[in-house]
């Protein structure tokens, strides 16, 4: 893993539209190194949209996202800043979990020999030559916390981390998302409880504040 994380992210005006269901309007937020926002609000409230359009995966009807790097060169992809954990796990069935990592490990720039390491991180190095169709659904989650520490983006996208984690895995994703945010990371939640091990700023979508009330 390398040193401190510096990006900031900074939301201007954003207006997010779902056919013809608008779901945030002229949303401002902006995020330093370090912070950890939790994204609450009801089922359909646009967490999971909002979460995809700061990962530039849906386009706003207004506004704008900007990531900035307090060093460095210029943000060409949201791809090189940011990493997005989706409801949905990205694990093949038919292949084994050590080949899927390194093969995220190539696509994304990160070293091939921190594999091993980073699954045994998250529990899993009983698993690693088991086919993705085979692990549990909170053994694929912890294959997607896998990924992210080893894509080690400076901004975590995150919808409903902690679904379906037990007890210990909730402990776990708690101390990492507690040193991500130390080393300078951006956390972004979508949760319908509170994140487990860090203390959170609450954005509260489906109400006044976010511009829509349902
Ligand atoms: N691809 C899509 N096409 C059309 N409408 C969509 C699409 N994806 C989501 N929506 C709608 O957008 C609204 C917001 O959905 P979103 O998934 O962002 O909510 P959420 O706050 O994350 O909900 P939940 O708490 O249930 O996960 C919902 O009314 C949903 O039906």
Known sequence: MTGRHNVSL?????TLQRG???????????CSPGDIVALQGPNGSGKTTLLR??????????GSVAFEAEHGPEIE????????????D????????????IFWADVRGARRDSVSEILDRVGL???TGLQGGVLSAGQRKRASLA????????VWLLDEPASPLDQEGRALLGNLLDAHSRRGGIILAAVHDPLPGVTARTLALGTAESGVVP
């Open 53 to 62: 359009a700061i990962a530039g995966f849906h386009t706003p009807a207004g």
């Open 77 to 88: 992809e949201v791809g090189e800043v940011a990493s997005f954990l989706g409801h949905q």
């Open 125 to 127: 190095s009983r698993q």
């Open 10 to 14: 900074c939301v201007r005006g954003l």
């Open 90 to 101: 990205p694990i093949k069935a038919g292949e084994k979990l050590i080949d899927q990592l």
């Open 20 to 30: 013809f269901r608008r779901l945030v309007s002229d949303l401002n937020l902006v």
């Open 147 to 154: 990924r992210l520490l080893l894509e080690d983006r400076a």
